[in-house]
């Protein structure tokens, strides 16, 4: 049987692509959601001969688009494209997103942009677990799933890693000084594998933060800010982009926004 919250992932990306894609330039957001879009679109380009182009916003989208044999095209021959749907690390109720969690955010904000609709597909997610013990015994009295719901009513509700801002290398620690001073709260550099060998590497050649805000902001006030620090290449604040979401929910349905 497949796991629900990979079955939730699937239900999202059909329907929207169902929903949405129609034939023309296609942006392919990065992410384990988008590859059963990818799926899709490859089915419905066999079956119902859809006849698509899809621009890639990474190197994994464009591994995904080769593997199921669909057109490859870019930007530079395509500037203008029909839909972007892409996956999210949050949403809140006006739609605004945490994006960044694969670190692409960069070209997943260029895709978008350049769309004339931006869809967004989610899951829901057992998050972690732990043990509650006996006031420091060693006893395990029980365990506590909490499931993390890409669907929030504020920003930072359950995506608990903050927002992903792509940094010129050289630039990490000014940048991380500036936001501290100018927003508050604390940024971390992101590592790369459990072994935390080296910072994380974008397909730009670009580092990625990831600053852990307080509270309810004027998102739109904050994405400009953060932007204007120099060495900030984009941020994973997406305000304003996105027409709709798909929410595949725990319980087999989808849940959309809107
Ligand atoms: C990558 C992204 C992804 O879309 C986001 O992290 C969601 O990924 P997933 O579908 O695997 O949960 O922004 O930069």
Redesign the pocket.
Known sequence: MENPVENA?RLAAFKAVDNHVVSGVIGI??????VYAVERLAQRVKEEGLEVICVPS?FQAKQLIIQHGLKLGDLEMHPELKVTI????ESDQQLTLI???????TQ?KILASCAEEFIVI??YRQAFSFPLTNCGQSKILGRLYKTYRKASENLGEQWSKGI?IEVIPSAYRAVYQRIEKTLGGKSELRMSGSSKAGPVVTDNGNFILDWNFQGVMNWKEVEVTLNMIPGVVEN?LFVGMARKAYFGMSDGTVMERA
């Open positions: 992932k957001g990065s992410g384990s959601t988008v990474s892409d996956g999210a690390d994006k960044g969690g694969g670190g692409c955010l997943e989610a899951d992903p994973g």
